[in-house]
């Protein structure tokens, strides 16, 4: 079993729906919650950072944490076309001392015009 | 503000050829990142360097070797490609090894071996 679990879509919306995007998690150890976007033959770019449960509201985006469900989401309001792109989220220990972000798969997200 | 520049963006080697992917960022992060991406497998760890001076191993190493020339430049070389290399490779960087900043990636290198 994967330490991060995302389905890979693709996930197809109508312009101005609300797109839900998930993660599921096996360590209870992650502490540093990440959402990432990647446009097509592009680096992932930083979205939403999060530490531990709650949520966060960046404009159009909200990035939700359930550490007791290992369960993270990614909302994204009145959803349009430049969406269009693959999401990952990425998460991390808080053991000082690590590297390690894992990543999940990623995924792909098309909003139709 | 260019952030994370990698070179080349793509190339194309036979089984057996070297090269070198080389990275720079201008953020004057301590921390830098080799990664690969491949269909279905998400991004994986290839060397790490937490600070100029250092490097280490990631999740999948074998096959590549890295250099911290400096504290801007972090370069990944292959020494006899194979085609399981074939990949997309994304530099990163990130302020301290250890706080909870978070990593910024560069735009990739496509890499084909044949």
């Known amino acids: 079993q994967k330490e991060v679990e995302q389905d890979p879509g693709p996930l197809s919306v109508p312009e101005g729906a609300i797109v839900s995007l998930n993660c599921t998690y096996s360590n209870s150890a992650f502490q540093y919650f990440m959402w990432y976007r990647q446009y097509s033959r592009k680096g992932p770019e930083l979205l939403m950072y999060?530490?531990?449960?709650g949520n966060k509201e960046d404009g159009r985006f909200t990035a939700q944490v359930d550490k007791s469900s290992k369960y993270i989401s990614l909302f994204i309001r009145d959803s349009q076309p430049s969406d269009s792109a693959t999401y990952l989220c990425?998460?991390?220990?808080?053991?000082?001392?690590?590297?390690?972000?894992?990543f999940g798969t990623g995924t792909r997200l098309k909003v139709l015009a | 503000n260019a952030g994370v520049t990698q070179t080349p963006k793509f190339q194309v080697l036979k089984t057996g050829q070297s090269m070198t992917l080389q990275c720079a960022q201008d953020m004057n992060h301590n921390s830098m990142y080799w990664y690969r991406q491949d269909p279905g497998m998400g991004l994986r760890l290839i060397y790490y360097s937490a600070s100029e001076g250092t490097t280490d191993k990631g999740e999948v190493p074998n096959g590549y070797n890295v250099s911290r020339l400096n504290k801007r430049e972090f370069s990944l070389r292959l020494e006899s490609a194979a085609p399981s290399q074939t990949s997309v490779y994304f530099c990163?960087?990130?302020?301290?090894?250890?706080?909870?900043?978070?990593?910024?990636f560069g735009n990739g290198t496509r890499l084909t071996v044949t």
């Open positions: 990425a998460m991390s220990p808080s053991t000082s001392g690590t590297y390690k972000y894992i």
């Open positions: 999060t530490y531990s449960s």
């Open positions: 990163a960087s990130k302020r301290a090894p250890i706080d909870n900043s978070p990593l910024h």
